[in-house]
């Protein structure tokens, strides 16, 4: 009943929240949550249980939802509200042609009452299974009439809860400014007032020390704009992250998160392991995967996704399964979609946990991520959905100098990776374009000759369909400073995303390929391989039908990159299709360090009469 009335209050004073939707792409903005009309019914009810969740330390489980309604509808749907109190939020207006209160709670994921009832339009009766993870309060689920256009209230439903809502969750590593300095960052509902963040870790079977971790957090007033401070903020929690130093090279890790109550009780995480990075120019196996726009699906197939991410479970289940085969992961923008609906970053973290808890899980910034008018990025559109960079910036660690400035370079073993920052500007005589030439010219290429270069949006080439339409083959202005950084420090292979698709080239420079062969390149590239590697998960995006010279591979489908470097001489690239993991695309390069030094064009000083 508490539940009801909170909820009818909320409701009578709702106003209209133009300008809450962000292009339309997050499935969520699509619901007219500010059209909500009571419409008790009497005769309809929802329950849900279990009521309790997590009794042994789960941090996801399924929950079974029971209803009945006197007049189904088609159209019918649930949503499932966190808090599960619908409580009212006071929000600042966000020009002077609105006021205040808005309705700060959109459900966090929904469902048609139909989906797994077939008979429900005849019976008015239904169940549902939908997956719950921990992210620190409750739930209830509303059902609703009128579709989601026009919503009207029917019924709401009992509370449910994890037995403890504010556990430490969701562990994601990443390398940090140091090759032998790894960071793990968690999500908790304790501040430091309450309980002491740390993790407890050692070699395997060794002994254990404790390091203490930093604790962040942030408000709606971080927030840029709608729906970020409206309708899609969520509390975020508490956010924690600790550095573990002095890694011995290749070494096997176990760690667990811990809090310290201040009576002197504790509360621990799960035991995890990683592997410590190569010391840089070690001669080791060392296997890279990189993919971009891969966002979240939901395992219950609720409708917060469906034919939005139809790809993304795909690409974390494959890489779930050939975990033992991978060393490291870079994610290199448009990571989970949110578009200011705050509790859908807490649904990615948890969808990556196998992964991200074990291996390096490093991030670029794209425009889904940052992009946000009056804010300092590159491009003014509205992508973010108002986060404008806070929560990428927070929820996960990076190795950068200014969190706002997306770039870094990072060393494992013999790979060098320069990541820039596309949201910010790249060009010639800025700052960015100083760090990539920084990062490009300080490797030693006889001790890290693979050099790769990572950024969201293509900078590069590529045949989607968007980017041919402007003519460019590319973001406009993307090659035009980079490519002659790109030939004089010698990258071999520069990997996008952004665009939907997978996409090889030759060795190219100034529009031109330098190299002939497709399969296996022995000695000198004398140009870089551009791949387009977008396709991990975001609905695809079509290839212009122009056949251009320099495209040597095209796949319109969901898949990822894999880099193996056997040794100093000796890399392979593989393209993987998530649907089945299997190899769709590849290449080899074999050369010597003599190679890496012979000049090509625009690669050495000029040559004059004196020399």
Not at 123 to 128: D, E, H, I, N, V
Not at 200 to 209: H, M, R, T, Y
Not at 382 to 392: F, T
Not at 414 to 441: K, P, S, V
């Amino acid at each position: 009943m508490g539940t009801l009335v909170a909820l009818l209050s909320v409701m009578l004073t709702l106003v209209s929240l133009q300008g809450v939707t962000c292009h339309g792409v997050q499935p969520l903005s699509r619901i007219a949550i500010h059209k909500t009309v009571l419409a008790l019914d009497s005769h309809a009810s929802i329950k849900a249980t279990p009521s309790v969740l997590g009794v042994n330390g789960q941090n996801k489980e399924w929950v079974v939802l029971e209803y009945s309604v006197s007049n189904p509808l088609t159209d019918d749907w649930i949503g499932v509200f966190s808090p599960g109190n619908f409580s009212e939020s006071s929000c600042l207006p966000e020009n002077p042609r609105t006021f205040p209160p808005f309705l700060c709670t959109a459900p966090i994921k929904y469902q048609y009452a139909s989906y797994s009832s077939p008979h429900y339009k005849d019976t008015g009766k239904g169940s549902l299974k939908l997956q719950l993870i921990n992210q620190r309060s409750d739930f209830s689920f509303a059902l609703f009439s009128g579709g989601i256009f026009s919503p009207k209230l029917v019924a709401v439903s009992n509370i449910v809860a994890f037995a403890n809502p504010n556990a430490p969750v969701y562990p994601r590593l990443a390398q940090g400014k140091i090759w032998n300095e790894m960071t793990v960052t968690w999500t908790s509902g304790y501040g430091i007032n309450e309980a002491e963040p740390f993790v407890e870790w050692g070699p395997k079977g060794g002994q254990q020390s404790r390091s203490p971790a930093g604790t962040l957090t942030f408000d709606r007033s971080s927030m840029c704009g709608a729906p970020a401070r409206t309708v899609g903020w969520r509390d975020p929690g508490f956010i924690h992250t600790s550095f573990l130093k002095e890694l011995w090279p290749n070494k096997l890790y176990t760690y667990k998160l811990g809090h310290r109550f201040l009576n002197g009780t504790y509360i621990w995480n799960q035991m995890y392991q990683f592997k410590s990075s190569p010391y840089p120019g070690q001669n080791s196996i060392q296997r890279v995967v990189i993919f971009g726009d891969m966002g979240k699906d939901e395992a219950d197939g609720s409708n917060e996704y469906n034919q939005f991410q139809p790809g993304a479970l795909n690409t974390t289940n494959q890489l779930i399964n050939d975990l033992k085969d991978i060393d490291i992961v870079f994610h290199i923008g448009d990571i989970c979609y949110a578009n200011g609906y705050i509790s859908q970053w807490d649904q990615f973290t948890s969808q990556i946990e196998p992964i991200a808890s074990t291996i390096p899980y490093m991030l670029a910034s794209g425009n889904h991520e940052r992009d946000w008018p009056g804010t300092g990025s590159f491009y003014g559109n509205m992508d973010s959905g108002g986060e404008c960079g806070v929560l990428v910036q927070n929820m996960f660690y990076v190795p950068t100098e200014n969190k706002d400035k997306f770039w870094y370079s990072t060393d494992y073993g013999m790979f060098r990776f320069c990541i820039a920052d596309t949201e910010h500007d790249w060009r010639e005589g800025t700052e960015q374009y100083n760090f990539i030439e920084h990062c490009l010219a300080s490797v030693d290429r006889q001790k890290q000759p693979w050099l790769i270069f990572l950024a969201h949006r293509v900078l590069g080439y590529s045949s989607d369909s968007s980017y041919a339409d402007e003519g460019s083959f590319a973001e406009p202005m993307g090659r035009e400073s980079l490519q002659k950084l790109w030939q004089k420090y010698k990258v071999d292979i520069a990997i996008f995303g952004h665009v939907h698709n997978y996409e090889r080239t030759c060795p190219i420079y100034q529009n031109i390929c330098t190299n002939n062969e497709k399969r296996f390149y022995k000695g000198g590239l004398n140009g870089t391989i551009h791949v387009a590697a977008g396709g991990a998960g975001a609905s695809l995006s079509d290839f212009t039908p122009i056949q251009t010279k320099w495209s040597i591979f095209r796949d319109y489908d969901h898949g990822f990159v894999k880099l193996t470097a056997f040794d100093h001489s000796n890399l392979l690239f593989e393209y993987k299709k998530s649907s089945d993991g299997k190899v769709y695309d590849s290449f080899r390069i074999s050369r010597d360090y003599r190679d890496i030094l012979a000049c090509t064009v625009d690669s050495c000083p000029s040559m004059t009469l004196a020399s």
